[in-house]
């Protein structure tokens, strides 16, 4: 008679059988275990990023972000048809899956202090006790014993896994995944070769140094990502640890979703990720929650340090400019770099930056939040729209994870048309924040702060445009270079200092303010005083009067921001021009504020300004210029637009059309 054995708790997968090996070509071993599992094991046992436990509540990294959102559409309506011919032979690659181990909501590692509980695998008998290694919830049976992984023993086995403990996450084939599941219930002999790969120590794994579980498995997610096809530009934002650019949007972001705003109140703020459409390929913005996207913020910061992203490793002249650049607007000092240069150009070698003896990338990163972090969030946040986008979204309680993760699912749900899982997973998440027993959320409080962003954004359409943003930077990365030297010529020539510090100082506060962040703050505030005396300045149709005396009004942002035709122009040409406009209102203010200029000085300004050789008065000289000199200057567009070619090449008769522009942006501001 058998003897009683009680019942274990611990729920696990079928044994697997294993090949193992691991990937050497590096300092890093990365040790994986090859295995074939069947349709219906791998729609049981394995998991998209949105199936994980917790993920309802997660607080999200985006280092654990590595799945890129799946397109329902494109499973549904391609690849699960594809599957169900019959007529026509099929096959998948290998899909490429990750054993996370996992305690509670939160993702980790394999150290031995979490208690972790490995299952027995079936018919453990057949393995003596010695040849059974566990390896964190993993378990291992060997058909022959072994001291080191590398040796030929340790190659063939069977494999399991506690599925309380473990997420087997696709890092590779989301998608091929998502229609196995889809048909897995249906039953089929199909199996799939799959790659598990367990980051565990005692496989070869460094059990300390800088890189973690999470780090490895987000470069493994790029690299296979980009060798398979093309990785888009929001994701490698994200995701890219090699890229200068990339690394500088992420170090003024928050790198997590959080709960609150206190990320804007740090010394060195950063946008929160709340505020950030993160996981979109959108540039636009004009519409939902956010202040920002992370190609809009790309773009940005590309502007301000005037590189773009570091792709080929080859291109050492491209390189090199790059580099000066950053040592020039990030004070960085990256001889070492520019010597390894050297080396790789001399020896056709591609280049990249290191981490030994110096973390070049996190000496940028660092330089960047040290010198753009709190001017980019003050442009970006202090606005009277993005103040008001920022309270509506404290109100209503969305500055957290759980509205971030629903409104990603909604708008996955809404551009896969109608797919069904995508809204089933939408359903499913609402289901779960209404009924949880803890600050329980209903989907149409979620749905109401959605509708009373929107409401801001309608009220001011054009400070929600991408077209703004790229002007609004424009406009900024050019008051920088209005240097307080210059700014002490406007009040007594004598005070002009040769060497002046890119700085000023605060007097009420007590503290050194940079240069970049007192020109974003006198930007900001000259900005908003012009909103707040004239509401419709940010509509794209805003008119203004251009004739007090016969009461004749024009449109304020005619071949600007706006197209002839009335809607928004969205062009880069349109910011390029519309930035002057901008920066024309912070040189204003400028002599509004320091000099003490009225609305009576504007003709004086203007003679000022027109005989100019040098300081603030020559800058804004430059600035009036490109609003009507050049051919494809506003004032000439405006010419041209109303049929007046001539005048479209007679600088008075386009001046007449800019200046009752440049006296109205005056007076509405001084007054």
């Known amino acids: 008679m058998d003897q009683p054995r009680p019942a274990t708790t611990i729920r696990k997968t079928p044994n697997f059988d294993f090949i193992f090996g691991r990937y050497s070509h590096s300092q890093l071993h990365v040790p ?27 607080n999200w990294r985006i280092e654990e972000l590595f799945q890129r959102d799946i397109d329902w559409r494109r499973v549904e309506r391609k690849i699960v048809p594809y599957l169900k011919q019959q007529e026509e ?64 023993n340790a190659r063939l086995g069977q494999i399991c896994w506690n599925t309380n403990e473990v997420c087997a996450v696709a890092i ?39 890189q973690s579980v999470i780090d490895t498995l987000r470069r493994l997610f790029i690299d296979l990502n980009k060798h398979a096809q093309t990785v888009s530009r929001a994701r490698q934002i994200l995701l ?35 505020l950030v459409d993160w996981h979109t390929e959108r540039a636009l913005f004009g519409d939902g929650p956010y202040l920002a996207t992370i190609l809009g913020m790309d773009w940005a ?40 240069l050297k080396e790789c150009d001399r020896h056709k070698r591609p280049f990249s930056f290191v981490e030994e003896p110096v973390d070049e990338l996190r000496q940028i990163a660092d330089g960047f939040r040290s010198e753009w972090s709190k001017p980019v969030t003050t442009l970006l946040t202090q606005m009277v729209p993005y103040r008001k986008l920022i309270d509506v979204r404290a109100t209503y309680g ?31 998440y609402e289901n779960e924040l209404a009924n949880r027993l803890q600050n329980p959320i209903a989907g149409t409080d979620l749905f109401n702060s959605v509708t009373e962003c929107e409401k801001v954004k309608d009220r001011y359409p054009l400070a929600f445009a991408v077209v703004f943003h790229r002007a609004l ?48 703050s006198r930007l900001v505030e000259a900005l908003n005083t012009l909103i707040v005396k004239e509401p419709g300045f940010l509509e794209p149709g805003f008119e203004f009067p251009c004739d007090e005396e016969n009461e004749t009004f024009d449109r304020f942002w005619l071949c600007s921001f706006q197209d002839p035709q009335g809607p928004i122009d969205f062009t880069q040409g349109a910011a390029v021009r519309a930035s002057d406009l901008l920066l024309l209102v912070g040189h204003f203010w400028i002599y509004h504020k320091i000099e003490g200029l009225g609305q009576g000085d504007f003709e004086k300004l203007m003679e000022r300004a027109e005989t100019a050789e040098s300081g603030l008065d020559l800058k804004l000289d430059q600035c009036l210029n490109r609003l009507f000199v050049p051919e494809q200057s506003i ?33 509405s501001l001084v007054g």
């Open 32 to 58: 994986y275990f090859q295995v074939s599992m069947s349709f219906d094991d791998i729609a049981r046992y394995l998991v998209l990023v949105t199936e994980m436990p917790g993920a309802s509540s997660m």
């Open 89 to 152: 032979p099929h096959f998948f690659n290998s899909l490429t899956i990750a054993l996370l181990p996992f305690h509670g909501d939160t993702v980790g590692d394999f150290s031995a202090s979490k208690g972790w509980h490995a299952p027995e695998l079936e018919n453990q008998q057949h393995f003596p006790a010695d040849r059974v290694r566990r390896f964190g919830p993993v378990t291992c049976g060997y058909w022959g014993g072994w001291s080191d992984p590398i040796e030929d």
């Open 172 to 210: 590779d084939g989301q998608h091929r995944l998502a229609a196995i599941k889809e048909l897995g219930q249906a039953g089929t002999s199909s199996s799939v070769p799959v790659i598990l790969i367990v980051l565990h120590p005692d496989l070869g794994f460094p059990r300390s140094g800088r």
């Open 240 to 274: 890219d640890d090699r890229d200068p650019v990339s690394i500088c949007v992420r170090a003024i972001i928050g790198d997590q979703l959080v709960e609150g705003k206190a990320e804007l109140e740090e010394t060195l703020p950063r946008l929160p990720l709340s």
């Open 301 to 340: 910061v590309s502007k301000i340090l005037a590189i773009r992203p570091f792709e080929d490793p080859m291109a050492h002249d491209e390189i090199d400019r790059l580099i000066g650049r950053l040592e020039k607007n990030l004070g960085l000092d990256l001889e070492m770099a520019r010597q390894r």
């Open 398 to 428: 969305t500055l957290s994870p759980e509205f971030c993760n629903w409104f990603a699912l909604k708008a996955s749900a809404e551009s896969a048309k109608g797919a069904a899982k995508a809204t089933a997973l939408l359903l499913k």
């Open 473 to 520: 930077f424009l406009a900024f990365v050019a008051y920088t270079k209005v240097t307080r030297q210059i700014v002490a010529v406007l009040g007594d020539e004598d005070a002009i200092e040769i060497d002046a510090p890119a700085e000023e100082v605060d007097e009420e506060a007590g503290t050194v303010v940079s240069l970049q962040e007192e020109r974003a």
């Open 635 to 667: 004032g000439a567009r405006i010419c041209k637009m109303r049929g007046d070619s001539a005048d479209a090449q007679d600088d008075d008769k386009k001046w007449a059309v800019m200046k009752p522009r440049v006296a109205w942006l005056w007076n």
